[in-house]
């Protein structure tokens, strides 16, 4: 973990993503205390035509759409929240896309060698990928 690198590559270029969607949304705070807002999503923002409102309980790491207890991490529904409360999306991102997280997964199976002359060889020949036919998938409009 050098570099700065902390989250997982493809978690933060979701939540860059959904930065680029925030000015489709609109958002009411409903109880600061509590981290409790209404987003409401818009599918053409100047048309005015909604796709969705949805509760977002920021404290209880709820949002209606679901989204926020499956993924775990801030995607546009909360961003907007945090946004709105000045707050850092980042702190509602699980520990479970943090590289270390990740890494320690994997610590039993594969040991750290610090030292690239202790790497064991690798053969540098090159292999010829073998088709099979059967996967082939057949050209639209032919029998
Ligand atoms: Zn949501």
New binding site residues.
């Given amino acids: 973990m050098q570099g700065g690198h902390v989250w997982c590559t493809k978690v933060l270029q979701e939540i860059n993503k959904a930065k680029a969607r925030v000015n489709t949304m609109h958002i009411i705070c409903h109880d600061r205390d509590n981290l409790w807002f209404r987003v409401t999503e818009f599918d053409r923002l100047h048309d005015g035509i909604i796709s969705g409102q949805?509760r977002?309980h920021l404290r209880n790491r709820t949002?209606?759409?679901g989204?926020?207890d499956a993924l775990r991490y801030s995607y546009v529904?909360i961003i907007v929240a945090c946004q709105n409360l000045r707050l850092d999306p980042m702190s509602y991102v699980n520990e479970v896309y943090k590289l270390e997280t990740m890494y320690n997964v994997w610590r039993h199976v594969f040991s750290h060698v610090s030292d690239k002359r202790k790497w064991p060889p690798v053969s540098l020949a090159l292999f010829k990928l073998l088709q099979k036919r059967e996967l082939h998938r057949k050209p639209k409009g032919r029998p």
Avoid: A, E, P
């Fill in positions: 949805y977002v949002c209606d759409c989204r926020f529904h």
